[in-house]
T-cell receptor, first 114, second 109 residues
Framework: SQTIHQWPATLVQPVGSPLSLECTVEGTSNPNLYWYRQAAGRGLQLLFY??????ISSEVPQNLSASRPQDRQFILSSKKLLLSDSGFYLC?????????????FGPGTRLTVT | GQSLEQPSEVTAVEGAIVQINCTYQTSGFYGLSWYQQHDGGAPTFLSYNALDGLEETGRFSSFLSRSDSYGYLLLQELQMKDSASYFC??????????FGSGTQLTVLP
């Protein structure tokens, strides 16, 4: 069966510090991978998605970046965090070739920038 | 652009039926998905409609009318554990999900 891991679960970082969030998927090959951010009481905002190693599409201009160094690994990074980067970060995967409507989410990382 | 509208809150009693509506404006629309999210948890997939009509999965059903750019999620025999946020999300030719801002369902005893 497929599982998706995210860490850390919670993170408190000062403004201006770097960020690295990691997501890994097990039990599937060549998944589509996604990073979302969710503000408190709001919907999910797509940040990045990837259909393969090294293939990243950015949806929202910001100070965040993403990388996919391996087939089932997706990393979200920032060089300098802003207060507005606080939120609940969710990684998700879907089956390749058209399964975007059904996505499977990881447990999320709750980031507080102070 | 892509936008979805759904009510922010709905309240119902245990055992009742509740309908959560969603209207969308999506370029290159493919279909409408529904997700459930409990407080502090990750969203989980409930259903997907690509064609007009009703899809039933146990106590949950989802409906789509492409001509009206409208869909709804119907929850029957409500249970306390159904208290959660429910999101509609559209898929499009861009092969991404665009989420509504969610409906907080509260089930009262």
């Amino acid at each position: 069966s497929q599982t998706i891991h995210q860490w850390p679960a919670t993170l408190v970082q000062p403004v201006g510090s770097p960020l690295s969030l990691e997501c890994t998927v097990e039990g599937t090959s060549n998944p589509n991978l996604y990073w979302y951010r969710q503000a408190a009481g709001r919907g999910l905002q797509l940040l990045f998605y990837s259909v393969g190693i090294g293939q990243i599409s950015s949806e929202v201009p910001q100070n965040l970046s993403a990388s996919r160094p391996q087939d089932r690994q997706f990393i979200l990074s920032s060089k300098k965090l802003l207060l507005s980067d606080s939120g609940f970060y969710l990684c998700a995967w879907s089956v390749p070739l058209g399964g975007d409507y059904e996505q499977y989410f990881g447990p999320g990382t709750r980031l507080t920038v102070t | 652009g892509q936008s979805l509208e759904q009510p922010s809150e709905v309240t119902a009693v245990e055992g009742a039926i509740v309908q959560i509506n969603c209207t969308y404006q999506t370029s290159g629309f493919y279909g409408l998905s529904w997700y459930q999210q409990h407080d502090g948890g990750a969203p989980t997939f409930l259903s997907y409609n690509a064609l007009d009509g009703l899809e039933e999965t146990g106590r949950f059903s989802s409906f789509l009318s492409r001509s009206d750019s409208y869909g709804y999620l119907l929850l029957q025999e409500l249970q306390m554990k159904d208290s959660a946020s429910y999101f509609c999300a559209s898929t499009s030719s861009a092969r991404q999900l665009t989420f509504g801002s969610g409906t907080q369902l509260t089930v009262l005893p």
